[in-house]
């Protein structure tokens, strides 16, 4: 899950460290695939492959795992699935824009699934297009807050690589540039001797909603409930959570 909120970004990885680990597991093992089979299976010539292997391996994939993927995914090895990958459109609680990103092996279960998920939290599915206009794809490198890491450092490295902003969460900052920058952008940011989480092509809303706490809970239930679901690889949502708001659904836990 990324692109709707740092809040909720933080919230998910909290709650993923148990029930969700296999969940996510396979989610980065399909990226792994995928990539290694659109680019092919070396990292050093494959920017997207190197990105979805740090990925995996900062969420503790284990090794074995990450080189069976590769090797199904470029052919060297049989067992790789035919992914496809398909688009959602739909509206969640107060008119929060959804896009759902499948990656699937059976069209026909990821739509009934994803269709369930959304009307069974208050949400619709919506035409294709009515929703998409307002996403546009962005590079997009999480970096964790630490010690010498604050907004200006950052900037001060990335900047003259093509980044466009630096966005300031509770415990990470978000580095959004273009998506043919990202290479550009986090080589940056490792030459000045700062880490990153992660460092990927995602969805971000032009404009955004912001939500109060009932709506932020609901918009939350129905992301829970879409990343359930094996089908799902990414959401991306138009909400907007205030500080005040983030702080007040902090007493839920």
Known sequence: MSGHSKWATTKHKKAV????RGKL??????????AARTGGGDPAGNPTLYDAIQKAKKNS???????????RGSGEEAGGADWQTIMYEGYGPAG?????ECLTDNRNRAASDVRVAFTRTGGSLADPGSVAYNFSRKGVIEVAA????????????VLDAGAEEVVEGPESFEIICEP?????VRTALTDAGMDY????????AATKVEVDVEGARRVM?????????????????SVEVSAEVAAALDQDD
Do not use: C, H, M, W
């Open 17 to 20: 460290i148990d029930a969700k």
């Open 25 to 34: 597991f396979a989610r980065l093992i399909k990226n792994i695939e995928v």
């Open 61 to 71: 994939v284990p090794a074995d795992n990450i080189t069976r993927a590769v090797k």
């Open 96 to 100: 929060v824009a959804f896009l759902v």
């Open 146 to 157: 630490a010690d010498g890491v604050d907004e200006d450092s950052i900037l001060l490295a």
């Open 180 to 184: 043919t920058d990202l290479v550009a």
């Open 197 to 204: 989480e992660s460092a990927e092509s995602q969805f971000v």
């Open 221 to 237: 239930r129905l992301i829970d409930a879409l990343e359930d679901l094996d089908d799902v690889q990414n959401v991306y949502t």
